[in-house]
């Protein structure tokens, strides 16, 4: 019996959840017209939303992940954003229950399918990843919502145990894990303006993936306030034997009340390419680490992040190995 490609199988797998869906939705409209009649089936009918609504998250996450399998695109904007939501939604749970973005966890966390990308050929003896695979790489980081905010802006070629050497090296801090503790610790250091390293930050998305490491560094006196940043997600690719990295860079200008929710909140200096070269001047000066390519991931272009601060951006980024 002839064996099904994986990606045929879960084609076969999105289609039949398509027409599921559309069956339970022709049909609510008779479960609900008779449970609206009765005291008590509204009540059940009210149980049972909710827990509808933790499923439809469930088959949000396994719709994402049997579109990347299948290799897939997203037809529409509205596509990606439900998918995205989904996958945000489920992840902030998780992140809530303690599965965090950890420094720790970067050492030994490599992709479960690594993808091939072809190393640049013309030129130099610097390693880079050829033009013609540059745009299978994620290119923005994400709301829970599915909007984009800032583009990615560094690249790294490397291990996780690399990518932790050359920040430490650097004097860069990777961010604590988020609980109460360091939560009260953060919110207490930012209102006396007195120091934390190493204190949590916000998560940030890109493709409904939670960022694996964040590493930040405060400006000369220490302030709390004001802490440059980069937060990094490791891709499904390798380029070379090398495990491939991607990263948005910005600066905490100081704390203010949120734009979106009336909280005390960081607040972004919007030229994020200002970051980018802080950063980069920082870690190549500190080591061996060089900038192979520049490379283009985006029209300039301004925006807002998910806090609501405006941003703006000439659309490059450095790839260092």
Not at 84 to 97: K, N, Q, R, Y
Not at 218 to 225: A, I, L, V
Not at 244 to 268: N, Q
Request: aromatic fraction near 10%.
């Amino acid at each position: 019996m002839p064996c099904l490609e994986p990606s045929r199988v879960w084609r076969w797998s999105i289609w039949f959840a398509r027409f599921a869906l559309l069956g339970l939705f022709v049909g609510s409209y008779w479960i609900l017209r008779a449970a609206l009649a009765d005291a008590q089936d509204r009540e059940m009918l009210l149980m049972s939303g909710l827990t509808g609504a933790v499923l439809l998250v469930i088959f949000l996450i396994w719709a994402h992940e049997a579109i990347n399998k299948a290799g897939k695109t997203y037809r529409t904007r509205i596509d990606r954003a439900v998918m995205t939501l989904g996958a945000s939604c489920a992840t902030v749970g998780i992140f809530l229950a303690g599965a965090q973005a950890d420094a720790v966890h970067v050492l030994t966390k490599v992709a479960r399918v690594p993808k091939l990308l072809l190393p640049l050929l013309d030129g130099a003896d610097l390693l880079g990843i050829h033009h013609d695979h540059l745009g299978l790489l994620p290119r923005f980081s994400m709301k829970m919502t599915g909007a984009t905010q800032a583009p990615v802006s560094l690249i790294f070629l490397g291990s996780g145990a690399d990518l932790l050497d050359v920040f430490r090296n650097a004097g860069w801090h990777a961010a604590d894990r988020v609980n109460v503790g360091t939560a009260l610790r953060a919110f207490g250091r930012g209102v006396l303006n007195r120091p934390y390293p190493t204190a949590p930050v916000f998560p940030s998305f890109l493709e409904g993936k939670l960022h694996d490491v964040d590493f930040q560094r405060t400006d000369d006196g220490g302030s709390s306030r004001r802490r440059h940043h980069a937060r990094w997600w490791l891709t499904d690719f390798v380029c070379e034997g090398r495990q491939v990295w991607v990263a948005t860079a910005s600066y905490d200008a100081g704390v203010g009340v949120g734009r979106i929710f009336p909280t005390p909140i960081h607040h972004i200096h919007p030229d994020i390419d200002a970051e980018r070269d802080y950063i980069v001047r920082s870690l190549t000066a500190a080591g061996p680490l060089r900038v192979t390519q520049e490379v283009r991931i985006t029209q300039p272009m301004a925006g807002r992040n998910a806090a609501g601060d405006s941003f703006y951006t000439q659309g490059m980024a450095f790839v260092l190995a």
